[in-house]
């Protein structure tokens, strides 16, 4: 099993910025990619970003292109989403998972394991 714990949510106005951090541990395993989603309120669960064990490998959501910015630490298990110039339809729970797949996806079905989530708020 993997768990992971993200952490970073909060309130910040529109125009501004937060950093997801998401941490994985227990049976941790290289060739598998890791991806943000986030789920607002009467709104189904969307793709964010994705990125791939290698890191070589990223993908976003057309929605966030060339404001969130994903990354990853292998060596430390985890794996970052940078958001910058926030929006208000930002406003949501976001969530880390992971997929078994080495490949980058962005369909919910596609991942294994989920975190709890972290709320992020943005005011407008």
């Known amino acids: 099993q993997v768990q992971l714990v993200e952490s970073g949510g909060g309130l910040v106005q529109a125009g501004g910025s937060l950093r997801l951090s998401c941490a994985a541990s227990g049976r941790t395993f290289g060739n598998y990619a890791m991806g943000w989603f986030r789920q607002a309120p009467g709104k189904e669960r969307e793709f964010v970003a994705a990125?791939?064990?290698?890191?070589?490998?990223?993908i976003y959501a057309d929605s966030v292109k060339g404001r969130f910015t994903i990354s990853g630490d292998n060596a430390k298990n985890t794996v970052t989403l940078q958001m910058n110039g926030l929006k208000p339809e930002d406003t949501a729970v976001y969530y880390c998972?992971?997929?078994?797949?080495?490949?980058?996806?962005?369909?919910?079905?596609?991942?294994?394991?989920w975190g709890q989530g972290t709320q992020v708020t943005v005011s407008s």
């Open positions: 998972a992971a997929t078994r797949t080495s490949r980058v996806v962005s369909g919910p079905l596609n991942y294994n394991y």
């Open positions: 990125i791939s064990w290698s890191g070589t490998e990223i």
